[in-house]
């Protein structure tokens, strides 16, 4: 029997929470499908778990999922992400923002 990859059985847990909704959970794994950590390396997948755990207001899913979008040149869409979570008070977009200009 193979011994699992480091992490692996930490994304298996994950993946469960994040499938029964749990909004910190599909921003990790989102995260994790993001690095390639625990599970392979799947921007799309990434993007899919991000925008769960965004669309329940997890800040830290919308901050990044405003940072794919800068990366594939979608500035304008990354800018409305960010002015959203800036006027919330959202220190990481506030610094994001600021780099826009």
Request: glycine content about 10%.
């Amino acid at each position: 029997q193979q011994v699992p990859a480091p992490g692996s059985e930490a994304a298996r847990w994950y993946e469960r929470a994040a499938e029964a909704g749990f909004p910190k959970a599909q921003y990790t794994l989102g995260m994790l499908f993001l690095d390639g950590s625990g599970l392979g390396k799947d921007v799309k997948r990434a993007e899919l778990w991000l925008r769960f755990a965004a669309r329940q207001g997890n800040a830290e899913a919308k901050n990044n999922l405003a940072t794919l979008h800068a990366q594939r040149g979608e500035v304008d869409q990354a800018a409305e992400i960010w002015w959203q979570l800036a006027r919330e008070g959202e220190p990481n977009a506030q610094c994001n923002i600021g780099m826009c200009f």
